[in-house]
């Protein structure tokens, strides 16, 4: 099977979310007819039947911060890799963070993913934990490619400025409820941007692996 570890914020933080966006999105209107620039990127736009939402938020299923990509992986290598992460993990901290408003994309497609904040150099710190553990059990990973960002909606091609800017504004000052990252989970990610993930394992970290 193909192996990522991912941290999945509480339900109700992503429901946080959710709702946020939901509220935020009816007020951005339709996309403009026009080519817009944002984010260094052009995109041409066209004309859309029936009004399409300008913001489309994920299911809470989606939200889920990608730490790294094991590849795939033999169910032998599977266990030792889950059994090495569940040792090392008792000696790691737990930060504390928050999804914040700051916006952004990753890749080249119109996910938009917010930023965490809260003690994101703790964050990193987890993910390097991860690649040295990861390391042991057999498994080279980069350790250079993790990003603190939420995935939480899809934009519509066409948005216009004067949409954009109602995001952002709706957004600016939002700063989720914090919680513990005392968990690391194993997941099985599916092929498709609108595949939900697969829990397989979960790794308790620090004092709440006792």
């Known amino acids: 099977m193909y192996l990522s570890a991912v941290l999945l914020p509480p339900l109700a ?4 979310v959710a709702a946020l966006l939901a ?26 039947a029936g009004e399409a939402p300008a913001l489309t938020p994920l299911s809470v299923g989606l939200m889920a911060v990608h730490v790294t ?11 030792r890799l889950r059994t090495t992460l569940e040792r090392d993990a008792l000696g790691w901290t737990a930060p504390t963070v928050h999804v914040t408003g700051e916006l952004s ?17 703790g964050l990193r710190a987890v993910f390097r934990e991860i690649t040295d553990s990861a390391k042991r059990a057999g498994f080279m990973l980069d350790r250079r490619s993790f990003r603190p960002l ?17 995001l952002v504004a709706g957004l600016e000052d939002f700063a989720g409820t914090p919680w513990p990252v005392d968990v690391v989970t194993l997941a099985r990610l599916g092929f498709g941007s609108s595949d939900e993930l697969t829990e397989v394992a979960t790794i308790p970290i620090g004092a709440s692996a006792g």
């Open 13 to 16: 933080q992503r429901e946080e």
């Open 23 to 48: 509220d935020v999105g009816g007020r951005m209107g339709a996309p403009a007819v026009e080519s817009r620039k944002r984010w260094g990127r052009s995109r041409p736009s066209s004309p859309t």
């Open 69 to 79: 990509k094991f590849g795939y992986v033999e169910p032998e290598a599977g266990s």
């Open 105 to 121: 994309t990753h890749g080249s497609d119109e996910r938009l993913h917010l930023a965490l904040g809260g003690e994101v150099d």
């Open 150 to 166: 939420l995935p939480v909606a899809d934009l519509d091609d066409g948005v216009s400025d004067e949409a954009l800017a109602t």
